[in-house]
C-alpha cells in the first residue's frame, strides 16, 4: 500500500512568489495534517483537515492556506513568499481528527522549499 | 501554551550503553502520547504511542517510554544505544485545541 506522498520533492521560488505544495493520504484516510519545519527547529502545525472542513490552524499568517479534496488530497499554498518561508513541508494523514483520541500521524518525506 | 516540553536538545552517549530522552507533558487528563524519530534528510516515524490501555509502551527498534502520571513524563529508553539510532526525536502530543503538536526535539548523538 502507498505511504503519505507528496510534489514536489524540491523546489526553489524567490521572494514575492507563490508556491502550491501537494499530499496524497493513505487510502482510508480523510485527515490530512499540515507541518512546517525549519532547519534544526521541530514541527509546528499548519493546518488540519478533515472531511474537506478546516478542523484546526496554527499560528501562520494569511498567506498560508490550504485546501481538501473530496478524494481527501490537499493542497497547502503560501502566497507572497519570504526568506523566512524555506523549510520542509510536511504533510500527515490519519484515521481521525483528534489528537487526543490516539490521533497517530502517517507523514510523507516532505517538499522542500527553499526561498531565495 | 506547550503540551509537551522536551528536557534536553541534545544527549550524547557511548554505543552500548543506556538511552534516556525526556518529555514532560502538560494536561488535565491522560493525553494520547507518541514518540517519532527522524533520520537526516528522512521523514518521521513512528517509535511508539500511549493511549492508556498500558503505562509501559514498547516500541520498534528496542525502544520503549513509561506513562508516568504522577510525574507528568512520558521518557524514552532503550537498553542498549547503536551507532544506528543517531537521529532527532520528537515527543508529541494533543495541545489544548486537540491537534497534534511536537516537542522541539532532542538531538541524539552515539559515541563509538
Known amino acids: 500500500d502507498a505511504g503519505v506522498t507528496q510534489s514536489p520533492t524540491h523546489l526553489i521560488k524567490t521572494r514575492g512568489q507563490h508556491v502550491t505544495l501537494r499530499c496524497s493520504p493513505i487510502?482510508?484516510?480523510?485527515?490530512v495534517s499540515w507541518y512546517q519545519q525549519v532547519l534544526g527547529q521541530g514541527p509546528q502545525f499548519i493546518f488540519q483537515y478533515y472531511e474537506k472542513e478546516e478542523r484546526g490552524r496554527g499560528n501562520f499568517p494569511d498567506r498560508f492556506s490550504a485546501r481538501q479534496f473530496p478524494n481527501y488530497s490537499s493542497e497547502l499554498n503560501v502566497n507572497a513568499l519570504l526568506l523566512g518561508d524555506s523549510a520542509l513541508y510536511l504533510c500527515a494523514s490519519s484515521l481521525v481528527a483528534s489528537g487526543s483520541n490516539s490521533g497517530e500521524l502517517f507523514f510523507g518525506e516532505g517538499s522542500r522549499l527553499t526561498v531565495l | 501554551a506547550q503540551s509537551v516540553t522536551q528536557l534536553d536538545s541534545h544527549v550524547s552517549v557511548s554505543e552500548g550503553t543506556p538511552v534516556l530522552l525526556r518529555c514532560n507533558y502538560s494536561s488535565s487528563y491522560s493525553p494520547s502520547l507518541f514518540w517519532y524519530v527522524q533520520h537526516p534528510n528522512k521523514g518521521l516515524q513512528l517509535l511508539l504511542k500511549?493511549?492508556?490501555?498500558?503505562?509501559l509502551v514498547k516500541g520498534i527498534n528496542g525502544f520503549e517510554a513509561e506513562f508516568k502520571k504522577s510525574e507528568t513524563s512520558f521518557h524514552l529508553t532503550k537498553p542498549s544505544a547503536h551507532m544506528s539510532d543517531a537521529a532527532e526525536y520528537f515527543c508529541v502530543g494533543p495541545n489544548r485545541d486537540d491537534k497534534i503538536i511536537f516537542g522541539k526535539g532532542t538531538r541524539l548523538h552515539i559515541l563509538p
Open positions: 487510502s482510508g484516510h480523510k485527515s
Open positions: 500511549y493511549t492508556s490501555a498500558a503505562t
